[in-house]
């Protein structure tokens, strides 16, 4: 049974596929549901950086802040002629999602190296 009022702290994030799903921690109810915009995003695996009020989502080249609490777009950066590479995360704030980024990123790399 969902609950009346979520914070940050009752979600857990899950990304693949070019998708990002919240979950309540607790019980597992999804709270809400996001997909990436961008060509060539729906097989790749979304890195997340939690940052407080926005998790910032980098994917096939692209980067987001998305509200945490309902997942809507707060900004969108294409990086126009950059490429597509790893991506790397960091903020000032977001210490605790830097491991994640960067543990997700290696695992990736791993996928792809055994794939060509």
Request: charge should be neutral; hydrophobic fraction near 45%.
């Amino acid at each position: 049974m969902p609950r009346d009022t979520l914070t940050t702290d009752d979600l857990l994030f899950v990304a693949f596929n070019g998708r990002v799903i919240a979950v309540d921690r607790l019980d597992g109810t999804e709270v809400w549901r996001w997909k990436a915009q961008a060509s060539g995003a729906g097989t790749a695996v979304p890195i997340l950086l939690p940052d407080g009020d926005r998790i910032f989502v980098c994917c096939s080249g692209y980067t987001w802040a998305l509200d945490p609490l309902d997942g809507r777009v707060l900004w969108h950066q294409p990086f126009k002629g950059e490429g597509m590479g790893i991506p790397s995360l960091a903020t000032m704030r977001g210490v605790a999602g830097s491991s994640v980024a960067a543990a997700a990123s290696a695992a990736a790399a791993s996928r792809t190296q055994a794939t060509t």
